[in-house]
């Protein structure tokens, strides 16, 4: 299995600050890796999807970049409504696995 | 809009099954460009994904719980379930339907989730 290692595994942040959350696998995965924002008791929302797509509706202040083993999620600008938790997904083979999220607190 | 909605027993004694449907609306399951799967999330933890499945009934399953899983398609229903057989308390979880683009590789959207708790 590919396993895929975030981090850090918590950050703490003002508005306005600029937050960057690696991920990194312990394979290549091409470009096929995505990123989701989870809030609390609510599922799971895309944002990036092969490396560096945005999904539509997305804020531009998210962004993806990397390929091969290191990835990176940037929100430029956070906003009061980005206090969540973040997690990378590979898809680049079978099992799909999820990275063990970052949770992005208010400082 | 594309909704999916999560329904099954939120209770299941500890070795027997779980069964839970994801009825899709706003689309049809049959769309030939995306899978349909499910993945879990124990309270607290991280998320796990279960399997996926086409509308053809090919169905690719985590290696972890392939001995007790089973997924399926119903296109008269548009709907899709799960079935996971001998649960233990490590089977409580949030379970999660989701879409699955298999050429890009990611999951959007999400139902709501359903906790499905394993009791002794």
């Known amino acids: 299995d590919i396993q895929v290692t975030q981090s850090p595994s918590s950050v703490s942040a003002s508005v306005g600050d600029r937050v960057t959350i690696t991920c990194r696998a312990s394979?290549?995965?091409?470009?096929?890796l995505a990123w989701y924002q989870q809030k609390p008791g609510k599922a799971p929302k895309l944002l990036i999807h092969v490396a560096s797509n945005l999904q539509s509706g997305v804020p531009s202040r998210f962004s993806g970049s990397g390929s091969g083993t290191d990835f990176t999620l940037t929100i430029s600008s956070l906003q009061p409504e980005d206090f969540a938790t973040y997690y990378c997904q590979q898809a680049n083979s079978f099992p799909l696995t999820f990275g063990g999220g970052t949770k992005v607190e208010i400082k | 809009q594309l909704q999916l909605q999560e329904s099954g027993p939120g209770l299941v004694k500890s070795s027997e099954t779980l069964s839970l449907t994801c009825t899709v609306s706003?689309?049809?399951?049959?769309?030939?460009?995306?899978?349909w799967g499910w993945i879990r999330q124990p309270p607290g933890k991280d998320l796990e994904w279960i399997g996926n499945i086409y509308f053809t009934g090919h169905a690719d399953y985590n290696p972890s719980l392939k001995s007790r899983i089973a997924v399926s398609v119903d296109m008269s229903q548009n709907q899709f379930s799960l079935k996971l057989t001998s649960v233990t308390a490590a089977d409580t979880a949030v379970y999660y339907c989701?879409?699955?683009?298999?050429?890009?590789?990611?999951?959007?959207?999400w139902g709501q989730g359903t906790l499905v708790t394993v009791s002794s």
């Open positions: 706003g689309g049809s399951i049959s769309d030939s460009s995306y899978h």
């Open positions: 394979q290549g995965l091409s470009s096929y």
């Open positions: 989701v879409r699955y683009s298999r050429s890009s590789g990611w999951f959007e959207p």
